[in-house]
């Protein structure tokens, strides 16, 4: 009777570690639910896309070499060069690497720091927020569809939010209205 039960288990671990490793090599790509702008800035929905994925190779000849030390190795451009820190007009910035709307100039506000700030994100199912330990402790922004970096998170903005990002502009692609 012990040898049936023995059986019986062994022959459901095996089954079970099969439907596993099934299930995860038929795992297909990951998806991402982002809001949909237009190029004006109006909302046109939430769909579920696939997470970009490239390799380096991919991304060095998509972007400049400064585009990919910021959005892909999470560097930042020096404050008061980046080409939207004093930008003053009405459109939307785009990732860089992927073309996903991140923020509108209805939230961009003159933070004195050199780089773009906004508010707000344009929809906060766009970008992601992770620990950032490399100097200290802060908050990294990334986009939701293909982790580039983007900048920071401050908790020192202004109202409604009270949040400042700050953003670099090699990791932006501004979008006039």
């Avoid at 896309?49 to 400049?64: F, G, I, P, Y």
């Avoid at 506000?109 to 927020?129: D, L, M």
Wanted: glycine share 8%; proline share 4%; aromatic share 10%.
């Amino acid at each position: 009777m012990q040898r049936r039960v023995f059986l019986q288990s062994s022959l459901s671990a095996g089954l079970g570690l099969t439907a596993f490793t099934r299930a995860r090599a038929n795992k297909g790509p990951k998806l991402v639910k982002v809001v949909e702008f237009t190029d004006q800035g109006q909302r046109t929905g939430i769909a579920e896309v696939e997470k970009v994925q490239r390799t380096d190779q991919e991304w060095r000849a998509q972007l400049s070499p400064e585009q990919f030390q910021v959005a892909r190795r999470a560097g930042t451009e020096p404050a008061f060069t980046g080409r939207y820190w004093n930008n003053h007009e009405h459109g939307i910035y785009r990732c860089v690497c992927c073309a996903n709307a991140l923020f509108s100039s209805e939230t961009k506000f003159e933070s004195g720091t050199g780089w773009p700030s906004f508010w707000a994100p344009i929809a906060k199912e766009n970008v992601e927020n992770r620990l950032d330990t490399s100097y200290g402790i802060r908050t990294e922004v990334r986009c939701a569809k293909c982790d580039a970096h983007l900048g920071h998170v401050f908790e020192d903005g202004p109202k409604p939010t009270g949040l400042r990002y700050c953003m670099n502009s090699a990791a932006l692609n501004f979008i006039k209205s």
